[in-house]
């Protein structure tokens, strides 16, 4: 038997209504602030993601799927969304649309990763960027519309972790303070951050090894070598989420896992599950590194995968399944024609209504109509037919009421 890709997920129907109701409840919030959805293409030119993501990350170096098409063309899948929406931002001149330009997307990703819990081949992200501001005001509301979908979704023990990872004038002072504290013992890390070391020296800081992790646990801290505007811009977030009770941890080990991020990088951390849920921050340079004119721009993705686990573990109780609201079954072939006309009036009415389309017998379809869990159920026989008239049975208390066979009577009794 031909199995599913390794680290891919079939989304079957008695999943899909918590994915669609937890989709819904996030285009709702990103709605309500301003943002409009985006679409961009699932394969890129590789060469987006060499220079956006940034060619000393796992991401490009480890993770990418990436081909030649039959032109001879480097692809590559997207393993994440912001440097094929900054490329959109671009290469549709939208830059000169009115700004800040809010835009989401809710989108596949492609990583080869080692597959765990939490972290697989494809998976899925609901992210939301915003472009044309410098401000600590936009970095508050970008935070903020995070927060509020966490709890909106009731997903309880998820901590804000923030960090400022400065701009290019503190970067370089702390670079050279991390070169000279990792220098010393850079022959006990691993290959791939020596291979870091002179070219990208932060990354180091994001290595996963348990020898590299400890070896930077005294690693200097880049918030003590922030510039003033940077340290004021990191300093006026923190009073805003302050003064909105929004609980956060400063955290200077946050790099992130990409390589365009400036000043406010942040993470939405489930503690009890040992991942992060949203992970985003600012991205000052990107566009222009990209070809665009110089855009400053913030944003954040949500794991789609991460949260339905957690929503799942939470609120699973809350939402009910979508069921036929009701089930119409038939005696005889007399009979079927006519329950096939009242079934078809109803769904015209915008009524959810389940008929048989196998032929079964009634005791057949009435064992169908339990287990699809109906909410009523009439039989239509020759006698019904005559009389216009049937039991509607109410399948959960087990009682039953005549009524009229019209469409317009039935659905005002289901409905009420
Ligand atoms: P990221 O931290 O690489 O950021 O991914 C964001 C979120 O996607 C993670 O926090 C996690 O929940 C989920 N995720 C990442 N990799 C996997 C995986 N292999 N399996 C399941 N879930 C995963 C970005 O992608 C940035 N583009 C976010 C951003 C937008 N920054 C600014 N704007």
Not at 45 to 52: A, M, W
Not at 337 to 345: D, E, G, I
């Amino acid at each position: 038997m031909i199995q599913r890709p390794k680290g891919t997920k079939d989304i079957l129907p008695d999943e899909i209504y918590l994915w669609q109701y937890v989709e819904k409840k996030i285009e709702e919030i990103m709605s309500l602030y301003g943002f409009k959805e985006i679409r961009t293409p699932v394969f890129e030119s590789t060469e987006l993601f060499l220079r956006g993501v940034g060619d000393t990350t796992d991401v490009v170096q480890k993770e990418m799927y990436t081909f030649d098409d039959k032109g001879g063309r480097s692809i590559t899948l997207r393993p994440e969304g912001t440097a094929g929406i900054v490329r959109a931002f671009i290469e549709n001149g939208m830059a000169s649309w009115p700004s800040p330009l809010k835009l989401f997307y809710n989108m596949a990703m492609y990583r080869y990763e080692n597959v765990q819990k939490g972290r697989l081949r494809e998976f899925h992200q609901i992210g939301a960027e915003v472009f044309g501001t410098d401000s600590y005001l936009a970095d508050f509301e970008i935070v903020e519309m995070a927060n509020r979908i966490i709890n909106d979704l009731n997903l309880p023990n998820i901590v804000l972790e923030i960090n400022s990872i400065g701009c290019k004038e503190c970067r370089g002072k702390y670079q050279e303070a991390l070169k000279s504290f990792i220098g010393s013992k850079i022959d006990e890390y691993c290959d791939t951050c020596k291979s870091r070391f002179e070219k990208n020296t932060m990354r180091i800081l994001d290595c996963k090894e348990k020898k590299c992790k400890e070896n930077n646990a005294n690693a200097p801290s880049i918030i003590d070598y922030l510039c003033e505007n940077c340290k004021t811009h990191f300093i006026n977030l923190q009073k805003l989420l302050d003064n909105s009770n929004i609980k956060y941890k400063i955290n200077p080990r946050i790099v992130r896992g990409l390589d365009y991020y400036t000043k406010t990088v942040f993470e939405f951390v489930s503690e009890e599950e040992g991942y992060t849920i949203i992970g985003g921050g600012r991205y000052d340079y990107l566009i222009k590194e990209l070809g665009g004119q110089d855009t400053s721009a913030i944003g954040f993705a949500i794991g789609m995968e991460r949260v339905i686990e957690l929503f799942k573990k939470y609120n699973l109780d809350k939402l009910e399944k979508s069921r036929p609201e009701l089930y119409i079954a038939y005696i005889d072939d007399a009979s079927c024609n006519f329950a096939n006309k009242l079934k078809f009036n109803l769904r015209q009415l915008g009524i959810y209504v389940e008929g048989d389309i196998l032929q079964r017998s009634l005791k057949a379809q009435l064992k169908y109509a339990d287990k699809i869990n109906a909410k009523y159920v009439i039989v239509i026989g020759e006698n019904e037919i005559k009389d216009n008239y049937a039991q509607i049975k109410n399948m959960q208390t087990g009682n039953s009421d005549k009524i009229k066979l019209d469409e317009n009577i039935i659905k005002q009794y289901i409905k009420k």
